[in-house]
């Protein structure tokens, strides 16, 4: 089992860039694939960006290719996601989510077991 903890949201201006972070429990972390998804205000969770349990395979969502960037430390039990360029749709509640998977990517919300409680991040225009 592994909790997860986010931070690193806040307001920034577009253009402007944030990272998040996300801080997991447990001695397994390296078992887990993670991922990132987001909730903007009156619209569904949507899925962001996913990264494998050894961090070398990742893949994003269309609207965040090219300007957001997922990684992990699996020694500090640590994902994260590199937000750059950012548009004022990009505001929304980010959170992070784990599954265990040996190979591979997760990019639906069935797919995950465990989340975190999710960071806000405001981009104004």
């Known amino acids: 089992q592994v909790q997860l903890v986010e931070s690193g949201g806040g307001l920034v201006q577009a253009g402007g860039s944030l990272r998040l972070s996300c801080a997991a429990s447990?001695?397994?972390?390296?078992?887990?694939?993670m991922g990132w998804f987001r909730q903007a205000p009156g619209k569904e969770r949507e899925f962001a960006a996913t990264?494998?349990?050894?961090?070398?395979?990742?893949d994003y969502a269309n609207s965040v290719k090219g300007r957001f960037t997922i990684s992990r430390d699996n020694a500090k039990n640590a994902v994260y996601l590199q937000m750059n360029s950012l548009k004022p749709e990009d505001t929304a509640v980010y959170y992070c989510a784990a599954v265990v998977r040996p190979y591979g990517l997760g990019y639906r919300e069935n797919e995950y077991n465990y989340w975190g409680q999710g960071t806000q991040v405001t981009v104004s225009s």
């Open positions: 447990g001695r397994t972390f390296s078992n887990y694939a």
């Open positions: 990264i494998s349990r050894g961090g070398a395979i990742t």
